[in-house]
Every structure is written in C-alpha cells, then in structure tokens.
C-alpha cells in the first residue's frame, strides 16, 4: 500500500524483543493493513535480572492488549493493604517513609512486583512467533531513494520496509547512527540483582514482606522485596570503581561475596539477606544514561520507543510501562493515518508531538531529584541525619503522575487537535483514494479497514 497503489500493506520492521519491541508485535498483528516482522539478536528469548514493578497505568494497558489475563496471582506480589514502597534507614532499620496507592485506583491496578520473565511470558502468549527471528542481529541499514529502508543483518539477511522501530534498548544501534551526538555515560554505579526463594528469605528476622528501600548515602541501597510463586527478590547498589573490566548495561554474572564488605554499615537483617542471596546466581549491570533526545522519530521512516527512546537512568521503576505507552501511541497514529490516506511522516510526527514532551518532563524530575542529592551532599550532616533528610527531601519532591498517565488520553486529545485543525484545510481528492504528491501514503479510502480496536479511549477507566 505503501506507495499510493503499489503495494496494499505498511511493512513494518522491529528490532528488539523486550517489553517494547513484544508490546508492539501484539498491537500491529491487530491492524490488517499492516505486515510486521521481529529481529532479534539473542539465540532465544529470556530475561535476566530480578523484578521489576507493574503500576497502574501499565495495568491498563495491559488490559488493553490482552496480555493481563495471562497475568495470575500467583505470578506477582501485590501488597494487600495497598502498600507501594517503604523506605528506611538502612543502618538502623528505622522506617522513615510509606507510600501507598491512591483511594481511587482500583485494587485490580494496584502496583505489583514481578519477576521479569513472567512479562515476557505473558506477552509471548499473544504474539504470532512465525515473525519472530531469533539470531537476526542488526549491523546497519541505510535509507532508500524510495523513502523506505533496508535493513541489513549480520548473517547477510535484508528487509525494505516502510518504517523500522528501534526497540533496541539503551544501547540503541539505531540511535547511535540516526544521532551520532548522543552518548551514553556510565554514572559509577552498579546494581547487583538476585532471586533468591521465599522460603530462606522469610527466616530471615527483620526483613518485611513488602517492597522495601534500605537507604544509605552515596547511592548505596538494598532493595528487597517478594514476587510471584516462591521468588523473593534482593538488588544491591553501589557506587565504585569499574576496575579492570569495561562497565556493561546488560547483566554479567558476578560473584557477589566480593561485594558484601562495602554492605558492613547495613543492620543485620539486610547482611543476613544479602549473605543469602550470595549463594545464588547474581547478575551485574552498570548503569548507564544519556541526554534526552529532541525528537523521538527520524527520516520520516524511523521511530524511538522503549530505552531505545530515551536513557532514563532507573525509569522511575516503569521502564517496562514507558514503553508500552511509546507502543500505543506509536500504533494508534499510524491508523489514524491510514484511515485518512495520510503519509507515514505525517504518523511519525503526531507520535513525536506526544512523547518527546513526555520524556522532556520526566528528565525535568531527574533533574530535580539530582540537584537536590547535590545540595544535601554539601551540608556535612551526621549520617543518619543525611540519610533520613534524602529520604523526606525526594519524597517531597516526588512526582507519582507518571505513574497514572493516561495515554489513551493524551493520544485522543492530539488526534481530535489534529482532525479539528485538518477540517477546515483539506480539500475535495479523488473519493478512490487520499494521496500526496510525494512519500508514503497510508491509508486509500476505496479499501474497507476493519478496525479490530477499540475506539480512541481504550474503554479505560480509574
């Protein structure tokens, strides 16, 4: 369809198959003008790490692609008096702050925690596997006469197609050629995640059955907390030297005995804790983090969702939720194009119209969060006055509405803004077809488009 009567579907390219690049799998197998395909670099799909949180506005949208009722009880920790976090003085255990869900959430979309391969698990349950293509990694791609672009594999596979999505994480191939200025800079700090069992964790005197931040100075923490089945699990973060080996984003499996000493100052519960979860298997990431992007789409043929969008150091927790929202968004435009014969460029900007301000405000909150860990770190408080003080300062300054975005909303006010402005500009075309004068056209009106969603409000409702 693509070129206004040559071709009757938009091809479409993925690179990534983490929470993005599934997430926008399932929602483009649902537009039939649409002909999809997944590369993905790794042999097989598995998740690394621990968990990872589910808030509320991930909730709905996971309802609204159908891989929620592939979500049991069982599969997750969700407080039952409403509890989303506490946060304590990991010297002493003393708690300094507990924050739970708002009243009018309901309890179905209550934050939850759960192991990050019970997500992937969920999704694959909803995704058509004959276009996913394991050991496909991406080497390059360049830019046709055409406006389309070709996609060059490493075991020498090549795709055209009319839109590539870079759902290709933080360390984005994409990205780093589309803008070769963005550098990403690792901050001096590693996470340490484990899962250890329930089981051992709850002999452990002291440690809660809820998601809980044990806080020191320094960006050092212990983060412990259950998930779903018999899992429980424990993240550790500290900043130190890289030492001899180059800092990776992606999980490295590390030892870590080595890392208990710099854990001395913590009460007994978190050692205890961490002590048991040396004798498990424990991955290591660096963290890494870049400038925010001035525009999340590139060439009118290239869009940015996921990590691959923006380096958020830490995502506020939502990583997973940030980039299903990029997938709404992204998929609602394009069928909003195709159903008025607009151009692909025309999707692509509406759907940076939406994100990259979203992602400008959630840097803003970094930010301010960083300012003002810099300001305390100058004030030469005792060390249990500078944790407590951390801890109620960004608590004060916490921003939650990330957490309760509608994006159903946000993409149906642009849509509206937009046909409103277009209603009174366009003018009478040809009634077989919407066309252009140049590039993608997507949509002909001459051809009958089911259209297998629901309307532009999801049927959402807090």
């Given amino acids: 369809m693509t070129y206004c009567g040559d071709r009757k579907q938009l091809k479409i390219a993925i690179i990534g198959a983490g929470p993005a690049g599934l997430g926008t799998a399932i929602e483009l197998a649902k537009l039939p003008f649409i002909q999809w395909d997944l590369y993905e670099k790794r042999s097989n799909l598995s998740e690394i790490g621990g968990g990872f949180t589910l808030q509320p506005q991930t909730w709905r949208i996971l309802e609204h692609n159908g891989v929620a009722k592939d979500l049991c009880a069982q599969d997750y920790y969700r407080s039952a008096e409403g509890l989303v976090e506490q946060r304590r003085n990991g010297r002493t255990g003393e708690l300094l702050i507990e924050k739970c869900n708002p009243e009018d959430v309901p309890a179905s979309r209550h934050s939850c925690r759960l192991a990050?391969?019970?997500l992937q698990r969920a999704m694959m349950n909803s995704v058509d596997e004959s276009h996913i293509y394991l050991s496909k990694r991406l080497v390059d791609f360049e830019h046709l006469p055409d406006n389309r672009v070709r996609i060059l594999i490493e075991d020498g596979t090549i795709d055209d197609v009319d839109l590539l999505i870079a759902a290709d994480g933080i360390r984005s191939l994409i990205r780093k050629t589309c803008f070769p200025q963005h550098t990403l800079r690792f901050n001096g700090q590693f996470v340490y995640?484990?899962?250890v069992s329930q089981d051992e964790a709850s002999k452990i005197e002291g440690i809660p059955w809820a998601p809980v931040f044990w806080k020191h100075v320094s960006g050092l923490y212990v983060f412990t907390c259950p998930l779903g089945d018999n899992d429980f699990e424990v993240t550790a973060r500290i900043r130190r030297p890289a030492g001899h080996q180059e800092p990776v984003s992606w999980g490295r499996p590390v030892d870590l005995e080595g890392v208990l000493p710099e854990?001395?100052?913590?009460?007994?519960?978190?050692?205890?804790?961490?002590?048991?979860?040396a004798r498990g298997d424990t991955q290591e990431f660096a963290l890494h983090s870049g400038p925010r992007l001035?525009?999340?789409?590139?060439?009118?043929?290239?869009?940015?969702?996921?990590?691959a969008s923006h380096a958020l150091l830490g995502n506020f927790g939502s990583g997973a939720g940030f980039a299903l929202e990029d997938v709404f968004a992204l998929t609602r435009v394009i069928q909003w194009a195709w159903m008025r014969g607009k151009q692909l460029v025309d999707a692509l900007s509406l759907f940076d119209s939406i994100r990259s301000p979203h992602?400008?405000?959630?840097?803003?909150?970094?930010?301010?969060?960083?300012?003002?860990?810099?300001?305390?770190?100058?004030?030469?408080?005792?060390?249990?006055?500078?944790?407590?003080?951390?801890?109620?300062?960004?608590?004060?300054?916490?921003e939650s509405w990330m957490f309760y975005y509608d994006i159903d909303k946000a993409v149906e006010k642009v849509l509206q803004d937009t046909n409103a402005t277009n209603a009174g500009s366009e003018t009478a075309e040809t009634p077989q077809r919407a066309i252009s004068s140049e590039g993608n056209c997507l949509g002909q009106l001459d051809q009958t488009v089911t259209d297998t969603r629901e309307p532009y409000g999801m049927g959402f409702s807090v």
């Avoid at 854990?263 to 979860?277: G, K, N």
């Fill in 359 to 398: 992602y400008g405000r959630l840097y803003q909150t970094i930010d301010k969060f960083a300012n003002i860990k810099a300001a305390l770190r100058t004030e030469g408080l005792l060390i249990n006055d500078e944790i407590a003080e951390r801890v109620r300062r960004i608590s004060l300054a916490s």
């Fill in 116 to 118: 990050r391969a019970k």
């Fill in 193 to 195: 995640r484990t899962i």
């Fill in 263 to 277: 854990y001395d100052d913590f009460c007994p519960p978190v050692r205890e804790i961490l002590r048991l979860a």
């Fill in 294 to 307: 001035d525009h999340v789409v590139h060439h009118g043929n290239i869009a940015f969702i996921g990590d």
